[in-house]
């Protein structure tokens, strides 16, 4: 950070960054290549407690956020198409096993409530 940022900062301004117009890529693979000004959009994640507990643990000992390391994590699956095969298959597992869970949590639900 130059002396101008941090003089900015210590005087509670926000410290003016130099724009950086063109990105280095990010992989010697151009299909991992970051694109200039690539818009975001914004998403929910519903996941296991478990598997967000490692996300955020790798996350925080490689200094990263978890929404790159997610952005990483797709462009290295849609680079390697056996990869994300094997991703896929899983995710099918997944959400056949949430299906059915949230089918038996509506039927107890029911169940429940027609005791009453």
Request: proline residues 4%.
């Amino acid at each position: 950070m130059s002396d101008s940022a941090m003089n900015r900062l210590l005087q509670g301004r926000k410290p003016v960054t130099e724009r950086v117009d063109n990105l280095l890529p990010v992989s010697s693979d151009p299909s991992l290549e970051i694109e200039k000004q690539e818009p975001y959009s914004k998403m929910f994640l519903r996941i296991e407690t478990n598997i967000d507990e490692r996300l955020r643990t790798i996350c925080l000992k490689q200094k990263l956020s978890r929404e790159t390391f997610l952005e990483a994590a797709c462009a290295y699956l849609f680079a390697n198409p056996e990869a994300l095969k094997v991703v896929v298959t899983e995710g099918k597992a997944r959400t056949r096993q949430r299906r059915e869970l949230g089918t038996k949590r509506r039927a107890q639900a029911m169940l429940s409530s027609n005791k009453d």
